[in-house]
Antibody, heavy 121, light 107 residues
């Protein structure tokens, strides 16, 4: 069973770069997307973007200028970088698997537990 | 972006009740609508994809229906394990967007 685990600093200074890693275990994400989602306290879920195993990416236009997703040297690790952070970026960040169920139907079927990131000086 | 609006935002129900949650999209999304359940301190769990398809392992008391802009999630007979927050999500056009959630509480 594929499992995902987020890791990274829980505190980031304003204007700096938030960096998170998602480690995949128990299998691969072949033919699936590695997706990042966040949820600020008291607010809704926000899709940040996704990366395919080919390396192609799709980002939320609202964050596109600040986001970079990549795959690590280890095939089972993926990273999220969000630069120029502000307090508005304080949230629980999830990595997840977005599976292509058919050519047009996708759904987020496996989620990590999430990691809280606070932006504060 | 497509706006997803759920109603109600919370509800109180008893074990055995039939519960219906509505999700409305700001534009036509066909049947590209997924539902998730989240329990406190846990990650969301996929319940239903493409409006009405039950994810493997999800009890049959959960069902989904709708198309276009209006969708429903129904829990046929509420069980103690079902008290949680439910989210809809459209996968019609990126960026994917979620409803704000419906919290189902014990009456």
């Amino acid at each position: 069973q594929v499992q995902l685990q987020e890791s990274g600093p829980g505190l980031v200074r304003p204007s700096e770069t938030l960096s998170l890693t998602c480690t995949v275990s128990g299998g691969s994400l072949s033919s699936s997307f590695l997706t990042w989602i966040r949820q600020p306290a008291g607010k809704g879920l926000e899709w940040i973007g996704r990366m395919y195993d080919s390396g192609s990416t799709n980002y939320n236009p609202s964050l596109k200028s600040r986001v970079t997703m990549s795959q690590g040297t280890s095939k089972n690790q993926f990273s999220l970088k969000l630069n120029s952070v502000t307090a508005a970026d304080t949230a629980v960040y999830y990595c997840a698997r977005e599976s292509r169920i058919t050519m047009t139907i996708v759904a987020i079927d496996i989620w990590g537990q999430g990691t809280m990131v606070t932006v504060s000086s | 972006d497509i706006q997803m609006t759920q109603s109600p935002s919370s509800l109180s129900a008893s074990v055995g009740d039939r519960v219906t949650i509505t999700c409305r999209a700001s534009e036509n999304i066909g049947t590209y609508l997924n539902w998730y359940q989240r329990k406190p301190g846990k990650a969301p769990n996929l319940l239903i994809y493409a409006t009405s398809n039950l994810q493997s392992g999800v009890p049959s008391r959960f069902s989904g229906s709708g198309s276009g802009t209006e969708f429903t999630l129904t829990i046929g007979s509420l069980q103690p394990d079902d008290f949680a927050t439910y989210y809809c999500q459209q996968s019609y056009t990126r960026p994917w967007t979620f409803g704000q959630g419906t919290k189902v509480e014990i009456k």
